[in-house]
């Protein structure tokens, strides 16, 4: 048991940026698709108005866990984490451009139903998002 114990320990360690990637970007996810039905559904926004709420409260999060325990960002002071933050932010302004027009072609266009569209587009933000994250916003510095 100890020495699967191991294995499994030096396997995480080995991947542990992507696992905790993986790992914070779902629960970004089921917050950002639970504030989106709840926007939707339960307050009655309109598709449009939901997604870019849910994208709003969640970015903070994204954020949080990102910057703590994914990229493990060693910005400190608060000129770095202040451009940190701007350079976050502004990456995921670009992404949620690119999660409403494939929400609208989607919706709007194909005609298929919004919380089929908020899954994919999803999908394609977080692949996005990892990959803006990884090579600009929290990568190590010389």
Known sequence: MKA?????WNLYKKYEEGVNYLIFGF???VLNY???YVCESL???PYMWATATSWLLTVFFAYWTNHSFVFKSKNADASSLIKEFL???GSRVATEVLELVIMYLMVDVADINSYIAKL???VVVIVTNYILSKLWIFKEKK
Not at 4 to 8: D, E, Q
Request: proline share 0%.
């Open 4 to 8: 699967l114990w191991n294995y499994c």
């Open 27 to 29: 629960l970004a996810f």
């Open 34 to 36: 639970f504030l989106f």
């Open 43 to 45: 307050l009655s926004m």
């Open 87 to 89: 350079s976050f932010i």
């Open 120 to 122: 994919v587009a999803q």
